[in-house]
């Protein structure tokens, strides 16, 4: 109830972040097309260590939804310790982490370390798949690498029953690459491996002056009305979370906010970035989003003080640009926060519970045409 309230307050008065996502390695053995980060970057510079880590976790406030990234999350050993820090200092519930699945064992050994130290965290693990059989091994440029992902998710699936405390989903990203075939691979997954969920996301650029990746908006709407339809030939579909069906209402909702601004490149809500949400690289780089390139500050330059940062010249700056530029993108977890902790969001909210929330529930049939315009998230 502490953390609930502490959120709730959150609407008002958004002073720390609760969204935390953390680039934990840029290494990785794949080499996909519409990765952001150069072959090689990870040379430059050391990464923060457990124990530095340990150092910023300390400084800075409960933190409830952590976001792993990287690179290959799991490349890291200690990433469950990495987890465990968060969830002791900073009162951390929900953990997301991707993964290519490229070290199958490797990500069983760490997941079940992480899932049995922390029993109070939920632990959603992605499985990063782009395409069927063929068109995946093309975008990650590893021959083979499909069939490695499908496996690891059967392991942990196996894992699952043991471990009330994890989710599962693929997590599928269009673009210019494979949007023609996504429906296929939907089509796939859904009837050969009941995920708990599917998270689609529409792969964007690398930085605000190459905000979009050059793929269909247009396509992107279809295909995600196509996997609701597929949705709702399923029963159990999504997490067996408190307020589920609210849940996948904002996931939705923030599918037709996507939508809106790549199709008609306009902004469509407030971004709450250096606010509730933030970003943290590999190297203690603090930012208001990696789409923004200027720094809030480095931990390593301030002495590991979270405070420092989050309250300095930098920071300040950023937030008032934000505020005053209108900031926009198709960053899908900002938009999340951004529904999430802006009362004027909650009538459009309702719309898309009624919309999509209650018939995940009810199993109400799903619109017969992907060109059904989506509640207009003004």
Known sequence: MRDYARLAGKVVWKRTPEQFIFFVTSKCPQNCKICFYKKGAHLQEPELTIDEIQKISSGMPPIYWLQISGGEPFLRDDLDQICGIFVRNNRTRLINIPTN??????????????????????????????????????????????????????????LKGFYPNLGLNFTVTQSIDNEAVLKELFDLLMREYQPDHIAFNFARGLDLAHKYSGSSPQLYLENWNHLFSRVLQ??????????????????????????????????????????????????????????????????????????????????????????????????????????????RMYTALLCAWLRYGLKLCWAIPAPSSPEEAPCDAK
């Not at 632990?123 to 395409?131: A, T």
């Not at 906010?257 to 606010?275: E, H, K, L």
């Open 101 to 158: 699945a490229s070290q199958g064992e490797r990500v069983l050994e760490i997941s079940k370390r992480a899932l049995t130290a922390n029993p109070r965290a939920f632990f959603n693990i992605g499985i990063s798949l782009l395409g069927p059989r063929d068109i995946h091994d093309t975008i990650t440029g590893t021959h083979g690498s499909f069939d490695k992902a499908i496996a690891c998710y059967q392991a942990l699936r196996e």
């Open 234 to 343: 399923r029963e159990r579909y999504y997490y067996d979370l408190p307020l589920k069906s609210l849940l996948y209402a904002v996931n939705m909702l923030q599918k037709e906010i996507t939508y809106q601004v790549a199709s008609r490149d306009r902004f469509v809500i407030p971004c709450y970035a250096a606010r509730i949400s933030t970003v943290l690289d590999e190297t203690g780089n603090l930012y208001a989003c990696e789409m923004r390139k200027q720094r809030l500050g480095n931990f390593r330059e301030s002495n590991y003080s979270f405070r420092a940062i989050w309250h300095g010249p930098h920071a300040e700056n950023e937030r008032r640009s934000i505020l005053r530029n209108r900031c926009f993108c198709t960053h899908e977890c900002f938009i999340t926060t951004n529904i999430l902790f802006n009362v």
